[in-house]
Every structure is written in C-alpha cells, then in structure tokens.
C-alpha cells in the first residue's frame, strides 16, 4: 500500500498553465504504475493520464493529448501532471492512484488502481 498527496491545484484562466504533484510515501514507489483521473462536478471520474514504473511508457486521454504531460522522479517517489493550454472543461478535482500490478493494455482503467489520493482541485475560468 501506498499513501499519495495532491498539491497544486488552483484557479487559473484559460489557456494557462498548472503543474500538479503527488508525492508517495513508501520504499516501492518505482513498482507502482502512476495514474491521473479527474472527476468534475456531476460527472463520473475519468482517466486522464498514466506512466509506467520508469516514466518510458505514457497513456493519455484523447482530451488532454498533446497539452498535459505526465512524468515521474522515482528518486523522489513523486508523479507530476505538466497541465497546459488549460480549457473550463478541465475544472475538476484531481486524483492521483498508484497500481501495484504492472504496465497494461488499459491504464485508463480506474479498477487497475489500488491506491487513490484525496485529490487537488482545478479550476479553470474562460
């Protein structure tokens, strides 16, 4: 098991910028899988990005491709979410979740995940 914390998070207008952490607790974050879910008001929680245990394999949402990135420094068990070209429809809270059970066809999987933080809220006004 691993304990995850959010932080980054805030208000911010279209078409700006935010840069979100999760920092693990525990000796084996390079076994875990890293994963980025969001959830917005009303909605359900949706995959946003995910990392393999090296940081070499990435996965994202066709919705935040090519203006987020996901990255990870396993020397400091902390996963990072780079948010760009920020839109209102990403205003939503923030989940970072770690799976124990290796890369996978299907990282955007919610049930692939073991581990969830309490979340980081987003907002983005127009």
């Known amino acids: 098991q691993v304990q995850l914390v959010e932080s980054g998070g805030g208000s911010v207008q279209a078409g700006g910028s935010l840069r979100l952490s999760c920092a693990a607790s525990?000796?084996?974050?390079?076994?875990?899988?890293m994963g980025w879910f969001r959830q917005a008001p009303g909605k359900e929680r949706e995959f946003v990005a995910a990392?393999?245990?090296?940081?070499?394999?990435?996965y994202y949402a066709d919705s935040v491709k090519g203006r987020f990135t996901i990255s990870r420094d396993n020397a400091k068990n902390t996963v990072y979410l780079q948010m760009n070209s920020l839109k209102p429809d990403d205003t939503a809270v923030y989940y970072c979740?770690?799976?124990?059970?290796?890369?996978?066809?299907?990282?955007?999987?919610?049930?692939?995940?073991?581990?969830w933080g309490q979340g980081t809220q987003v907002t983005v006004s127009s």
């Open positions: 525990g000796r084996s974050f390079r076994s875990y899988v």
């Open positions: 990392a393999s245990r090296g940081g070499s394999s990435t």
């Open positions: 979740a770690a799976g124990s059970t290796g890369w996978t066809p299907t990282p955007f999987s919610a049930t692939r995940y073991d581990d």
